[in-house]
T-cell receptor, first 113, second 115 residues
């Protein structure tokens, strides 16, 4: 069975600073990896996903993530955050051949002016 | 496309009452998921349908919960009788089967409060 750990429940940061949200997973088979964002009072929406190929994945709103197989990590980064990036971020893993992803507990990104 | 549509957006009811949550997936999507989100437990998968057939309902808490998908464009999640501990945000999500790398598209959620 797979699992996802988001190491930080909350990450406060000042506007225009860089940010990294951490995600580690465990799985004995190949996986697909996803980052979703949830703005207040909304559903989750896809930021980016890793399926195969280049380990650096670029998503919407200037976010990117790097798949590191040896460290089983898929950390999300943004070089300069905006107030509007304040939201909950979820990492998810999907076993190849499965249809049901496993979501992490989420990381609350709080951007201060 | 209108995206995944859920209704109602908010529901307040009294303990013991029946609650029905509704979901219309994105047209052409053949997988549908019901999730429950709480502060304590995070995002939990309740049930997964593929081509209108329930495939995995191991997340359904107990017999008070039931879900149906009578056709490709409609699903319901029913709680009968409701209890205060059922208070949560319930999300419906849909995806299209492309061999395992499906992106899930979430609805806006139904915020349920059981008094």
């Amino acid at each position: 069975a797979q699992s996802v750990t988001q190491l930080d429940s909350q990450v406060p940061v000042f506007e225009e600073a860089p940010v990294e949200l951490r995600c580690n997973y465990s799985s004995s088979v190949s996986v697909y990896l996803f980052w979703y964002v949830q703005y207040p009072n909304q559903g989750l929406q896809l930021l980016l996903k890793y399926l195969s190929g280049s380990t650096l994945v670029k998503g919407i709103n200037g976010f990117e993530a790097e798949f590191n197989k040896s460290q089983t990590s898929f950390h999300l980064r943004k070089p300069s955050v905006h107030i509007s990036d304040t939201a909950e971020y979820f990492c998810a893993v999907l076993l190849r051949g499965s249809y049901i992803p496993t979501f992490g507990r989420g990381t609350s990104l709080i951007v201060h002016p | 496309d209108a995206g995944v549509i859920q209704s109602p957006r908010h529901e307040v009811t009294e303990m013991g009452q029946e609650v029905t949550l509704r979901c219309k997936p994105i047209s052409g999507h053949n997988s549908l998921f019901w999730y429950r989100q709480t502060m304590m437990r995070g995002l939990e998968l309740l049930i997964y349908f593929n081509n209108n057939v329930p495939i995995d309902d191991s997340g359904m808490p107990e017999d008070r919960f039931s879900a149906k998908m009578p056709n490709a464009s409609f699903s319901t999640l029913k709680i009968q009788p409701s209890e205060p501990r059922d208070s949560a945000v319930y999300f419906c999500a849909s995806s299209i089967d492309r061999g395992g790398e499906e992106t899930q598209y979430f609805g806006p959620g139904t915020r349920l409060l059981v008094l």
